[in-house]
């Protein structure tokens, strides 16, 4: 079968400029598909939004490669999002509605330590969720539920509600700053953040000089839990120590 051109009525064949694999000749691009568009909606922009985030991190991220994606103009983006920021928080807010909640022990320290290695756990699992909110205002409405039974649990240990949330306070930052140091080393050079210490004169800089070893240890930045587990207990201890506050 000629799939190339029609046959007219003098049997000639008629260029239709489409060829046997479907591209255009002038273009070689795919011809154009007859047919009402997928519809647009907030749903497909999210999944739109994720996927390009999963390949290329939040930087990659903008309303126009968005609507690329989708074969739209950016401008038709906005009768379903009201501005970048806001699509951000509803693929956040995507992802840890899908998230199966971790098992938590009854032990208020252990259920805290939980809740916060599983936090920390989601989070190095897509680096650029880290990213977004270090930079901006955004926060997920699922989240609330966390958000709830780490506080609950920070008074479980012992502290009250405003020191629950000073001592979460801190520990959201070394989260964010342990993330922070999880960029990929660098291929062509030794890392500055371990040649500059551990080069450190002995006699100038004799501190910097006896933690050498540390310096080059391999897992030097793997010990994320312990030094949770050492925060926590440093956070809590003076619950520990100070009586009940008479009610």
Known sequence: MNVAGTAGSDGRTADTG???DGRTADTGRPAARRGRPARLSRDRIVAAALDIVARGGSEALSMRRVADALGCSPMS???????????????????????PRPALPDDPRARLLALLRWQHEELVARPWIAQVLRRGDVMAPSIRWL?????????????????????NRIVWNFLLGDLATRADPPRDRPSYQVGVPAGA??????????????????????RFADDLVTLVDALTAAAVREPPRPG
């Open 201 to 222: 004169d002995s006699e100038t800089y004799p501190m910097l000089a006896a933690l050498r070893p540390y310096w080059l240890a391999p897992d030097r930045r793997d």
């Open 18 to 20: 489409q060829g046997s």
């Open 77 to 99: 983006l906005y009768r379903h999002v009201r501005d970048k920021e806001e699509l951000l928080v509803l693929m956040l807010d995507r992802i840890v509605d899908g998230l």
């Open 147 to 167: 958000l709830e039974e780490i506080y609950a649990a920070w008074q479980a240990c012992g502290l009250p509600l405003d020191r629950a949330a000073t001592a």
